[in-house]
């Protein structure tokens, strides 16, 4: 067979392509090889939850106390004669005397001001004194924090915040709610896994988030965690990031 120049040229260009698109097949078989291992090596992350009621087992009541008058002598008469008046209140109630704590008195002046400046004139006297109640009945202190108006109404000036209602057993259940939460993680993993007909391997990493107690059945929810302090009854959950071999 006989070729012309342009002939040889074509010819070689032809078998060079192919053999370019021969190695490119090759190539591009490979990888896809390469991917299907990886794939069949991957790990597949859940999130897993658990959460249980509880019950508030200690409370920390602050009541403040604040009186005013004409002399400062006055105001702290006045605020002792207050002071005496709630704790009867609370040891009438039922709160006995190791469970107050009476903090010191403060006082200050009240300056008078007009147009936004001061005059030097002192208008009268206040006196200041924290009361905190620290007990385990957590019920009883929930009737006198809802009662205390009968205080009030005799002229004793008492600022109620309402109690602060702690879990102390919360390190506890922590740990078993974990314990839930990654039995939680691992089913579901499983769940999906064979639904595409793999297999669940062995735990490759965990990281845990943030405890979340809050009120009552509530959604409440913070990325650094949450405490409710306002009731008694409250839910405590847990949630985890969990990552399994499969195969």
């Known amino acids: ?134 007990t385990k009945d957590v019920e009883l202190v929930a009737k006198l924090s809802n009662e205390i108006g009968t205080l009030l109404a005799t002229g004793v000036n008492v600022g109620n915040y309402g109690p602060s209602y702690y879990l102390s057993t919360l390190d506890k259940m922590r740990a078993k709610l974990l314990a839930s939460a990654m039995q939680d993680a691992k089913a579901r993993a499983k769940a999906i896994t064979e639904a595409v007909g793999g297999q669940v391997g062995p735990l490759l990493s965990v990281s845990t988030g943030p405890t979340q107690v809050t009120t009552k059945d509530s959604l409440d929810r913070s990325a650094g965690g949450f405490y409710d302090l306002s009731t008694i009854d409250k839910t405590v959950n847990v949630t985890l990031s969990a990552s399994f071999k499969t195969s």
């Open 1 to 134: 067979m006989n070729f012309e120049a342009s002939d040889r040229i074509k010819f070689a260009s032809a078998v060079l392509a192919a053999a370019i698109l021969s190695s490119g097949l090759t190539l591009g078989l490979y990888k896809v090889g390469g991917g299907l291992a990886a794939r069949a090596g991957n790990a597949i992350t859940v999130t897993g939850t658990a959460s249980e009621s509880a019950k508030a087992d200690n409370a920390v009541w602050n009541l403040n106390l604040n009186e005013s008058q004409s002399s400062l002598a006055a105001s702290v008469k006045k605020i002792d004669t207050s002071a005496d008046a709630l704790k009867k209140y609370l040891l009438t109630g039922g709160i006995t005397a190791d469970q107050i704590e009476l903090g010191p008195v403060n006082s200050n002046a009240v300056m008078e001001y007009i147009n936004g400046n001061p005059t030097g004139r002192i208008l009268a006297y206040q006196a200041y004194r924290t009361l905190t109640v620290r």
